[in-house]
């Protein structure tokens, strides 16, 4: 506001005095032309008095400088034009002063701008009203005391006024009491019936004259191999003795009649081209197998024998048990029958 009254004041006053500061330029404009045109002045001034003889004139008209400067104007036709003259008609304008854009005019102050109230503006007469907190849920009050809870008895429990009653154990279906004994199963009585070898009326005998005697059982079944060589190994036959009363016809038939006892089916065979007799066995799994279990005048064991027999071939002998024994061949056969 001080700097635009300053303006203001500067303004009305370069108002005022300008056409005071035109006057006294265009007055020593005048004086500083008549001072350089002064010889032209003194001409002029010669002319008029040459011409005005006769004519009386004040002493002050033509002393007076203004009024010989006013007569001047009005009768010389052809003053003197200085170089680059003012005009006193044409007074120099004075350059007012730019006006500055959108200037603050004092008859409309400036109203400031109150700031915008905040949105929802809490005023004393709206108090904030504070949020209480949200009960929890069920709450324990001191009117609603906890009641404790009491555990849950037991299933089925077992008091002092109800003792344990001991199970029994359970009976087993058909048990064995000594009142009934187990009665052994005694085994069937197997038939035996007796065969004598023979070829028409000739009867195979013994070392000691008798007839040879197989005791057959109808519960003997052909053996497997193995159970043919487990019975051979336990049999004792080959261990006795040869004698001229028990001979190799013998020792076949003790062989088969222990064979037939043990359930196992056995055969008699009488041997042509070389006088002798051996036993056969039809096993399950690999046969018709031939053993000779004829002893030694001496005795001993490692006389159980395995033996190939074949019409028109050698027979030897081969040791079940004793890797250690060899025999010799005792000839040839011609031929052989079994007696089963």
């Known amino acids: 506001m001080n700097i635009y009254k300053i303006f203001i004041t500067l303004f009305v006053l370069m108002v005022v005095t300008m056409p005071a500061v035109?006057?006294?330029a265009n007055g020593d404009h005048y004086d500083k032309g008549q001072s350089s045109n002064s010889c032209v002045s003194d001409q002029r001034d010669k002319y008029l008095n040459h011409e005005d003889q006769g004519v009386s004139h004040s002493k002050d008209y033509r002393t007076?400088?203004?009024?010989?400067?006013?007569?001047?104007?009005?009768?010389w036709d052809k003053p003197v034009t200085p170089e680059d003259p003012i005009i006193p008609e044409e007074p120099v304008s004075p350059v007012e002063p730019a006006i500055p854009e959108d200037p603050i005019i004092p008859e409309e102050p400036v109203t400031?701008?109150?700031?915008?109230?905040?949105?929802d503006p809490l005023t004393p007469e709206d108090p904030v009203t504070p949020v209480e907190p949200a009960p929890p849920e069920d709450p324990l009050t001191p009117e609603d005391p906890i009641t404790p809870v009491e555990p849950a008895p037991p299933e089925d429990p077992i008091t002092p006024e109800d003792p344990v009653t001991p199970v029994e154990p359970a009976?087993?279906?058909?048990?064995?009491?000594?009142?009934?004994?187990?009665t052994p199963v005694e085994p069937a009585t197997p038939e035996l019936t007796t065969v004598n070898p023979h070829e028409g009326n000739t009867w195979w005998v013994g070392a000691d004259g008798q007839r040879i005697a197989l005791i057959n059982s109808?519960?003997?079944?052909?053996?497997?191999y193995a159970q043919l060589?487990?019975?051979?190994?336990k049999d004792t036959t080959d261990q006795k003795r040869y004698t001229q009363t028990y001979a190799c016809g013998d020792f076949a038939e003790t062989v088969h009649n222990n064979a037939e006892n043990a359930g196992i089916k056995a055969g008699w065979v009488s041997l042509n081209g070389i006088n002798h007799a051996c036993n056969a066995f039809q096993t399950s799994d690999k046969g018709l197998v031939f053993i000779d279990c004829t002893g030694t005048p001496e005795g001993g064991e490692c006389y159980d024998t395995t033996v190939s027999v074949s019409a028109g071939k050698q027979y030897i002998r081969v040791p079940?048990?004793?890797?250690?024994?060899?025999?010799?061949s005792m000839g040839t056969v011609k031929d052989?029958?079994?007696?089963?």
């Open 229 to 233: 060589v487990s019975f051979i190994q």
């Open 320 to 328: 079940l048990f004793c890797s250690n024994t060899y025999f010799d």
């Open 218 to 224: 109808n519960q003997a079944k052909d053996p497997t």
């Open 64 to 75: 007076s400088k203004e009024s010989r400067n006013h007569r001047d104007s009005k009768k």
């Open 112 to 119: 400031p701008v109150e700031p915008a109230p905040p949105e």
């Open 171 to 182: 009976t087993p279906e058909d048990p064995i009491t000594p009142e009934d004994p187990v």
């Open 336 to 340: 052989y029958k079994i007696y089963w």
């Open 22 to 24: 035109a006057a006294h």
